[in-house]
């Protein structure tokens, strides 16, 4: 069976983590793209197509529920999942309440991120299925065929 990758933004201000599970991501055949603030986030998710973000709760600048908040304004879509340390469970729980997908405890399980990346991204290939029959029935709605 043919995998198809599934492009994630992986958002942290720690580099060195980034660089790391950036490289683990794509050796299982995920396109991954790094950013290291909110706003350089924001600026990819404009530019490139994004399935799921992968996004730390507390970054310097714009942290991630306020970059969660643009995402789901500017981006409903893209599916994000929470990475938070230990003590911010709370703000995870509150990110999923904005809309986030899930979230994950650092240092994260990569069999359980591979698994919730999964759904993430089939979660986000319904929706946008959904939405294409959708708009079809509208279509031919508009044009009297139903």
Same mark, same amino acid.
């Given at each position: 069976m043919?995998k !198809?990758?599934? *492009?994630?933004? =992986? /958002?942290d ?13 794509n +050796? ?25 973000v ?12 306020e970059?969660?908040?643009? !995402?789901?304004? *500017?981006?409903? =879509? /893209? ?14 729980? +509150?990110?999923?309440k904005?809309?986030?997908?899930d ?9 359980e991120?591979?698994?919730?990346l999964e ?7 319904e929706q ?10 509208l279509?031919? *709605? ?5």
């Open positions: 043919i !198809i990758p599934t *492009r994630v933004l =992986l /958002v201000d720690e580099v060195d983590f980034v660089e790391m599970l950036s490289l683990r991501l +050796e299982v055949g995920e396109k991954v793209t790094p950013a290291h603030s909110g706003r350089e986030c924001l600026d990819i998710l404009g530019q490139k197509v994004i399935d799921v992968i996004l730390d709760i507390r970054m310097p600048g714009m942290d991630g529920i970059t969660l908040r643009e !995402i789901k304004k *500017r981006f409903p =879509l /893209v599916e994000v999942m929470m990475l938070t340390g230990h003590g911010t469970t709370e703000t995870a729980v +509150e990110g999923m904005l809309g986030a997908f979230y994950l405890m650092k240092p994260a399980d990569f069999d991120l591979l698994l919730k759904i993430a991204r089939k979660r986000k290939d946008e299925e959904r939405i294409r029959k959708a708009e079809a029935r279509l031919l *709605r508009k044009s009297g065929d139903i």
